[in-house]
């Protein structure tokens, strides 16, 4: 580790953080009513249906991500791809105000192909305001993914109050303002140019290995995480019903967020002033990923109130982990991809998590059958990258900084 002299983040980055967090709290609080609203009293629609509908919706955002890149990267430009994308997405959430299927389809083929253009985009656009000063990506793309965090969660607070109080259409009119709101920032910001640009100085071969390593370790990690999430949520309902602590269900299913928060504050302070290799934030990421699940482990498959701390801190240690992991893969790719093609590359590193769903989702009986196999599975599958990640590091005589 080294201290980061006169650590300064590019002035531009309140407005793409601004622009990401009212873009997630439009796009999650809108994904939060879809299901509600194809189920309710105006489409009727059977949960069989519905859910089908749901996962043809979320299942599609890769490859629109992919599309959307392509056309940011290669034909129109990633800022013009941005305010694309975020338009598309605000006319499909006034589509979603009709009360009719023609309107559930079109705003939501709309808001799927304005995600894939506003996504990767604007994630690609974030990084290179750091490429002049690498030594700060970490620390930047976590203020990043605070604004992500943190739009999802008041998105759905918002858009759950405005259904129970309103109706979902004024939750879809909403959702759609503030998509168009979340333009304005980057209107008002400039886009870097390639020239003023720095290039990695590693070898293709060694650049290539580190995206490699980051698509490998992100898609194992989201999918260990979805997988514990059976045997969280299994716990989550039962000390919903035998805690003493009144917490709403809202805030005990949305408890890991609540950790990320100070978690992500910490990090930033931290790594803003002091560096060190992401390799090595990803080890310590993956060290924390298995404590989180074999403090998980250690719970009763029926447990008392008594383990409800126990539950919290594996919490806890959960969303060091993600912090440890999330952001940190964005600066690799960050690092050591061409500027002209970031957000092709930000794209391509949602496949091998897609993947990894997949390959966990086929063995979900199983897991809901037995709540601890995914655990195990989890610690033995994040055990064997943290032996990798450790041998990559001692095997590389000069990391590339």
């Known amino acids: 580790m080294e201290k980061i002299q006169n650590p300064k983040h590019p002035t531009q980055i309140t407005h793409y953080s601004l622009s990401r967090l009212l873009e997630r709290a439009s ?44 056309m940011g990267d290669l034909l ?15 006319i499909g959430a006034f589509c979603l105000s009709l009360p009719s299927l ?46 992500v965090n943190l739009g999802s969660f008041l998105g759905v607070l918002f858009m759950g109050y405005l259904n129970e109080k309103v109706s979902y259409r004024s939750g879809f009119i909403i959702a759609g303002i503030m998509m168009l709101l979340s333009l304005t920032p980057i209107l008002i910001s400039k886009e870097k140019t390639i020239h003023q640009l720095v290039k990695s100085n590693s070898s293709i071969v060694k650049r290539i290995l580190n995206i490699l390593i980051a698509f490998f370790a992100i898609g194992l990690f989201w999918g260990v995480y979805e997988s ?15 805690s003493s602590f009144y917490l709403s269900e809202y805030l005990w299913e949305s408890m890991n967020s609540v950790f990320i ?50 539950y919290l801190v594996s919490l806890f240690f959960l969303g060091v982990s993600e912090i440890h992991i999330a952001p940190v893969i964005y600066s690799i790719l960050t690092k050591y991809t061409n500027p002209k093609y970031l957000a092709i590359m930000v794209s ?29 599975i989890g610690i ?17 005589k000069k990391p590339s900084r």
């Open 27 to 70: 796009y999650y609080g809108l994904r939060s009513l879809v299901i509600l609203y194809m189920v309710g009293e105006t489409l009727h629609m059977e949960d069989d249906e519905a859910f089908s509908i749901y996962g043809w919706f979320t299942g599609s955002l890769i490859f629109s991500q992919i599309i959307g890149a392509f």
């Open 76 to 90: 129109i430009g990633n800022r013009k791809a941005i305010l694309l994308g975020g338009i598309l997405q605000a």
């Open 102 to 147: 023609f309107g559930l389809y079109v705003g939501l083929f709309l808001v799927v192909l304005g995600s894939g253009f506003f996504t990767p985009n604007i994630i690609s656009n974030f990084g290179k305001l750091y490429l002049n000063n690498s030594k700060l990506l970490d620390s930047g793309y976590t203020i990043f993914y605070l604004a």
């Open 228 to 242: 514990s999430g059976i045997r969280i949520f299994n716990l989550q309902f039962q000390f919903k019903e035998i």
């Open 261 to 310: 928060f100070p978690i992500s504050l910490i990090a930033i302070v931290v790594w803003t002033y002091v560096y060190s290799h992401p390799f090595f934030k990803l080890m310590l990421g993956f060290i924390f990923g298995i404590i989180a699940l074999g403090i998980l482990f250690l719970i009763p498959e029926i447990p008392t109130e008594q383990h409800v701390i126990t």
């Open 348 to 376: 391509l590193a949602f496949i091998p998590t897609r993947l990894f769903h997949i390959i966990f989702s086929v063995f979900n009986d199983k897991f809901y059958e037995n709540p601890l196999l995914p655990l195990k």
């Open 380 to 396: 033995f599958a994040m055990t064997c990258v943290l032996i990798g990640i450790i041998s990559y590091l001692l095997f590389t």
